[in-house]
């Protein structure tokens, strides 16, 4: 199973990107899909779940009402669309499927 990311980039406060996670070797809809972030100093800490079964999402009370977890199971893309960037969103932004099993090589993103 490999995940491969894209979507970092340095983006102003108040500003949105989308994070986006192609999964291959495995349909995503066997995973939950997590995302974890690890920023400047920081401990590695999830951001946002979806499970695939039934699309449910969990997210941690950072990222409520600022960012959404999607899924596109026809490509095995997971989405991150993060909108209302702070400065403390800056972090290595990693993708992971089956809980910690299975992980990207982290794309990096930094509003500035």
């Not at 970092?8 to 972030?37: K, N, W």
Request: proline share 2%; hydrophobic share 30%; with cysteine.
């Amino acid at each position: 199973v490999q995940l491969v990311e894209s979507g970092g980039d340095l983006v102003q406060p108040g500003g949105s990107l989308t994070h986006s996670c192609v999964v291959s070797g495995e349909a995503i809809s066997r995973y939950c899909m997590t995302r974890f972030r690890q920023g400047p100093g920081k401990e590695r800490e999830g951001v946002a779940a979806i499970y695939s079964g039934d699309g449910s999402a969990i997210y941690t009370d950072s990222a409520k009402g600022r960012f959404t977890i999607s899924q596109d199971t026809a490509s095995d893309t997971v989405f991150l669309q993060m909108n209302s960037l702070k400065s403390e969103d800056t972090a290595l932004y990693y993708c992971a499927a089956g809980g910690s099993t299975y992980w990207g090589q982290g794309t990096q993103v930094t509003v500035s």
